[in-house]
Each structure stands twice: as C-alpha cells, then as structure tokens.
C-alpha cells in the first residue's frame, strides 16, 4: 500500500509572524504475511509553531489470533 496526503489553511490573522499552514505525509505498508505487516510513515509540516517538522514512525504489526478453539464432541 501507498498513501499521499497534504493539506494547507491560511488562517484570518497571522500567529507567530505566519497566516498558512501546510503538510505532507506518505505512507507504505508491506503484508510480510498474512499476520505481519510493516508500515513506515513521513509527516512534513511547516506552521506557526514550526518552521519545519519532520517525523517518521516505523510499525510492526502482528495480527493475534484469538478467536476460542471449539471442542469437538460436544
């Protein structure tokens, strides 16, 4: 999987010298197997309160089976 988002607003007054706001994102997960999936994910933002920011996350996702077992007999 692959995902893009962005987004920008301009605001009515400007706050800390700024009146917009913008950020990117994308996203990439891989299905390891029917249980395992890895994502990595990129956030750019640039708003009054930063100037720029970036993050990243990394995910390793596990899907548990835990549906109870029926008993067979009974």
Partial sequence: DVVLDSFFVTYDEEINERDTATSVSGMVGYDMSKQLRLEADVVYSRNPYYDDDV????????????????????
């Fill in 55 to 74: 993050r990243g996350f990394f995910k390793l996702i596990y899907k548990f089976n835990i549906t109870p077992q029926t008993k067979k007999g009974v």
